[in-house]
């Protein structure tokens, strides 16, 4: 594993990278191949917004990239933990605190043919799964790894 200037790089290129090429995959998931977001899906997609903004602004502002890496990387962590949780609901280990209802198209002509023709997709059923592991538990896995060696690479940095 790096350690000093090395693994500070690849904290920043993590922080940043990471959470972006999550982000492209689920959306060529919603319109590629027709895997809508239930609400859910939505709270996980937020901290990842916040992550790419805070790894770039890592390599704008260098004078504050150690704690807008570790910025990144928590929020990186909130979007893995509401992963685990939705993985929970979508597997029936413990029940969600949301509707998961559709939301109408902004901007729609007619508001309520937009509602009527939206997508329901709830929060409880598994859309699609790879061995057995949902989209919000490769979430969870994927964020919260590479979170955690995140923080890893900034104790090893110290100093960089």
């Known amino acids: 594993m790096p350690s000093g200037a090395k693994a500070f ?4 290129l993590l922080a940043f990278g990471v959470p972006a090429a999550l982000l492209i995959a689920v ?3 919603q319109y590629g191949f027709d895997l809508y977001p239930c609400e859910m899906c939505w709270w996980q997609r937020y901290p990842h917004f916040v992550a790419v903004v805070l790894g770039a602004l890592a390599f ?3 004078g504050q990239a150690r704690l807008l890496i570790g910025l990144a990387a928590l929020a990186m962590l909130v ?3 509401i992963g685990a949780m939705h993985a929970g609901v ?3 280990w413990w029940e969600g605190f949301t509707t998961c209802t559709a939301n109408a198209v902004d901007g729609a002509a007619d508001p309520l043919k937009a509602i009527l023709a939206a997508p329901i997709v709830r929060c409880d059923q598994v859309q699609w799964s790879l061995l057995g592991i949902s989209l919000a538990g490769y979430n969870f896995l994927v964020s919260t790894g590479t979170a955690l060696l995140i923080f890893v690479l900034l104790r090893r940095a110290k100093g960089a």
């Open 79 to 81: 979007s893995g933990g």
């Open 90 to 92: 979508e597997y029936g």
């Open 60 to 62: 704008a502002l260098r």
């Open 9 to 12: 790089s690849l904290a920043r």
């Open 27 to 29: 959306y060529v998931g």
